[in-house]
């Protein structure tokens, strides 16, 4: 997957997450999200990053742990629905779970560079947050319509478990931020 598909795939996600949705169910089994995408795209982010810190090693120091801690939010919140829902499903059900997150939390991750902006930074993150649920209630949908009978009751605990572990990371980031550029 190349730069172009990338910038188009994340406008995709940001502008039309339902017709995304759509189409990403019939091509789902050829991607892996994670690698051609998510990846990608904190990666991203974290380079945009690099200029507003100004001193090279303190940059390079934040745009890893942030990264880090991104990927595992993303992980920490896969593995959280997919127990929520129970641990007996298929390796596929995990493998969407994650999927949607992959593509759900990318305003969360495009907005990274805005946390340098004072106490603006906490409307850019609400902002990206109740979009990035609002892409995930039709990933959810999409993706796990067919296998979960409540999707109801599933989205309004997910949408709690991705807003606490999105702010969970905001402000960690936050913190990491403010603690590497104080040198």
Known sequence: MGLKWLFVTMFSVLAHPEAFWKEQRERHPEL???KDYAAPVIAI???FKIPLIGVPRS???????????????LYLL???????????????FQDDVLTMFCYA????????PFYFMGSWRWLFFAVAL????????????SLLG??????????GKSAVIVAMATMT??????????FFTSF
């Open 169 to 178: 990371a905001f402000m960690l980031n936050s913190g990491l931020i403010r």
């Open 105 to 112: 939390l990318t305003p969360v991750w495009l907005v990274e």
């Open 130 to 141: 109740l979009h990035s649920i609002f892409i995930s209630r039709y990933g959810l949908q």
């Open 45 to 47: 982010a974290q380079l």
């Open 32 to 34: 892996n999200a994670m």
């Open 78 to 92: 896969s593995g959280a629905i997919v127990s929520l829902v129970g641990r007996q499903r298929p390796q596929s």
């Open 146 to 155: 067919r296998e979960v009978p409540n999707m109801a009751s599933l989205f």
């Open 59 to 73: 940059a390079m120091i934040v745009a890893m742990v942030n990264f880090t801690v991104d990927v595992a939010v």
